[in-house]
């Protein structure tokens, strides 16, 4: 699976970004879908994920009620909708796709590319 990621920027504190990441190459239905992230400094973490059929969602704590990840089976696309964004949403974030979890290991079946999200004060 080849993953791109898109939608990132530089947005105010308070303000919203939706990320998209496009996939192709294998059955996009057939893996669990997520979104990680990375601060400088910091390691890869968490933020969200969804299963195969959309019914099932995860998100890390800082994020939940801010972020809504969510999925398109016939446009082989996950997207993350970012609300309410603090600076310390700053990060690089990368899409990932995994056949074996809902809750997507930090090692996945594959990464896409990263997109930096800017938040400033």
């Known amino acids: 699976v080849q993953l791109q990621a898109s939608g990132g920027g530089l947005v105010q504190a308070g303000g919203s970004l939706r990320l998209s990441c496009a996939a192709s190459g294998r059955t996009f239905s057939n893996y669990n879908m997520g979104w990680f992230r990375q601060a400088p400094g910091k390691e890869r973490e968490f933020v969200a994920s969804i299963s195969r059929n959309p019914r099932n969602t995860y998100y890390t704590d800082s994020v939940k009620g801010r972020f809504t990840i969510s999925r398109d089976n016939a446009k082989n696309t996950v997207y993350l909708q970012m609300n309410s964004l603090k600076p310390e949403d700053t990060a690089v974030y990368y899409c990932?796709?995994?056949?074996?979890?809902?809750?997507?290991?930090?090692?996945?079946?594959?990464w896409g590319q990263g997109t930096q999200v800017t938040v400033s004060s």
């Open positions: 990932a796709a995994d056949s074996r979890f809902v809750v997507i290991p930090n090692t996945p079946n594959y």
